[in-house]
């Protein structure tokens, strides 16, 4: 499979299969398509969809292959942003946001990942449960705006403000700190809670979380009387 992302902060990833390869999304991102591109829904298994679901996505899987020949598929971002490609291997297994994922190769796993702390859940901005992808496999996904990524060293760690954290690495850490002082939780408009991602590991950040998005549209929206 190659592939290509064009079109700026509005991105689409197009991909380019030999005959029999299949890409897998689970949200029914396709964008268009060569004609021999066959499709298929299914499940994936009950717990596997199960774990699907609670994740954020569709307990149905779409997956697309080519037939006869070459074939090519589009998957367009649903909001402003980044589309980005990651390797996905033993070993590098990658924890991201609610409904991040967008399409994979075929032998990308997704499956459910719950915060060990409850509080991480909670608070974090991010949920209680989160999408981890194993396996094997090229698999894109979406951030909102700009994604700024660091490499953590052990025991280096990075406060972010709620919606902020986009991915991490499964070997990354994640809990939550409340922001000191009664006066700054009140009066700083920064919320109650902090996120905490500590080393060693890569983390990926997002610079216009749709929640922050909302939040400031928010105010312009007419009312109904």
């Known amino acids: 499979m190659k592939y290509e992302i064009k079109g700026g902060n509005l991105p689409v990833v197009i991909c380019h299969l030999e005959a029999g390869e299949t890409m897998i999304t689970e ?22 969809a199960l774990g699907r679901m609670f994740s954020g996505e569709s307990m149905f899987q779409n997956l697309y292959t080519a037939k006869g020949g070459e074939g090519m598929i589009a998957f367009a971002s649903s909001f402003p942003g980044s589309i980005v490609p990651f390797e996905i291997a033993p070993g590098k297994e990658l924890i991201v946001q609610k409904s991040g994922f967008l399409a994979s190769e075929k032998t990308v796993e997704l499956s459910v990942h719950v915060q060990k702390k409850l509080g991480a859940g909670f608070f974090g901005g991010e949920g209680f449960i989160m ?95």
């Open 131 to 225: 999408q981890k992808l194993s396996g094997y496999g090229v698999a894109f996904v979406e951030f909102d705006g700009a994604v700024i990524e660091y490499d953590l060293t052990p025991g280096q760690s990075m406060v972010l403000d709620t919606g902020y954290l986009a991915a991490m690495e499964d070997s990354c850490k994640m809990e939550i700190q409340q922001v000191a002082g009664l006066k700054n939780k009140l009066l700083g408009g920064e919320g109650f809670f902090n996120t905490v991602v500590s080393g060693p590991g890569k983390v990926w950040i997002q610079t216009m979380p749709i929640n922050k998005v909302a939040g400031a549209m928010r105010p312009y929206i007419p009312t109904g009387n």
């Open 27 to 48: 949200k029914g991102s396709m964008s268009w398509m060569s004609p021999n591109m066959e499709m298929e829904t299914n499940t994936g298994g009950f717990g596997k």
